[in-house]
């Protein structure tokens, strides 16, 4: 059951987070806390997160901070999109407790000096083309597992190496949480939601379908035999086929080891679990997509 059906108070300090949670566990014991970290801008795949963690737990943190020991040099850290009040009233509905909301000074009093870099996971995919990308991930959600102590953490599978890289690092470290892994949330079109889409303008956003798209004939190809190279190439051909497509990766692996896949006479098997991941930049916006593979 819900602590709560009234709009989520917003905390900007440890202190606050602390003292909420103590009073929360003070008066429920038992009750379950359950964690969605995101940097906000809230949309319906935050939201289904979050809804799925107000019906799993007690009391759902929602915590929204734009870390920017995840961010690059030269990417979109300054103008990554903000909005306190439509965050709250998304959180609000979906039935959210507390929203963290923590300034950087806060996070990150120091420049932290411990680093958490995992080998393995981290090196392909957006590993290979955002370097020390992980390793702000990691720091950030470890120091937010410190901090809130959840039972579960939910995240979404549209951030599946994001989601492999969490998933080993809380085994690594046997962290007392459950990680919950979210499916992705798609706009009818198919385009998979992201706060970064609004910097797509309506001819990039129209050329970006090509993703889901060419991502939906995949299961096919790989039921009637393909190699993993060959898959790489049919996706790479349906997305250059779009002018202002610029593709990073396109990419078949293992999941959720992220290795190079097995093949049987030269091609992928269908019963391993594969995961197929896009990065395609569309103008100064890059969007990852993916499908794991066999489908539920
Ligand atoms: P972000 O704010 O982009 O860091 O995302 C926060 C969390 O929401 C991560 O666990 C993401 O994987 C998840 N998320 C973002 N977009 C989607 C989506 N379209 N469907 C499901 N989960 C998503």
Redesign the pocket.
């Known amino acids: 059951m819900r602590a709560t059906l009234s709009a989520p108070t917003i905390v900007r300090t440890i202190a606050e987070l602390h003292a909420r949670l103590d009073e929360y566990r003070r008066n429920t014991p038992n009750g379950k806390v359950g964690l969605?970290?995101?940097?906000?801008y809230l949309?319906e795949?935050?939201a289904?997160?979050l809804r799925r963690s107000a019906s799993e737990n007690g009391f759902t943190v929602l915590s929204v901070f734009v870390n920017p020991l995840q961010f690059g040099p030269t990417e979109d850290l300054d103008r990554y999109p903000r909005d306190e009040e439509r965050d709250r009233a998304v959180a609000a509905e979906a039935g959210v407790d507390l929203i963290f909301m923590p300034s950087v000074a806060e996070m990150y009093p120091k420049r932290p000096l411990t680093s958490i870099s995992l080998s393995g996971v981290t090196e392909p995919l957006c590993g290979a083309s955002r370097p020390g990308h992980f390793d702000g991930v990691a720091i950030v959600v470890t120091k937010l597992f410190n901090l809130v102590r959840p039972d579960r953490a939910?995240?979404?599978?549209?951030?599946a190496q994001?989601?492999a890289v969490i998933t080993q690092m809380t085994e690594d470290l046997n962290t007392p949480v459950e990680v919950v892994p979210?499916?992705?949330?798609?706009e009818p079109s198919g385009l998979?939601?992201?706060?970064r889409n609004v910097y797509l303008s309506p001819e990039e956003k129209e050329q970006a379908l090509v993703l889901s798209r060419s991502l939906k004939q995949v299961p096919e190809w790989v039921k009637t035999g393909i190699s993993a190279k060959e898959l790489s190439e049919r996706l790479r051909q349906l997305i250059s086929k779009e002018p202002l497509a610029d593709i990073e990766y396109a990419e078949v692996l293992e999941y959720p080891s992220l290795t190079i896949p097995q093949e049987e006479n030269g091609v992928l098997s269908a019963s391993s679990r594969l995961l197929v991941a896009l990065a395609v930049r569309f103008g100064k916006t890059r969007l990852i997509d993916n499908i794991l593979l066999p489908q539920a």
């Open positions: 969605v970290p995101t940097m906000g949309h795949g935050h289904s997160l939910y995240f979404g599978l549209k951030d994001q989601l979210c499916p992705i949330v798609r998979a939601l992201s706060s």
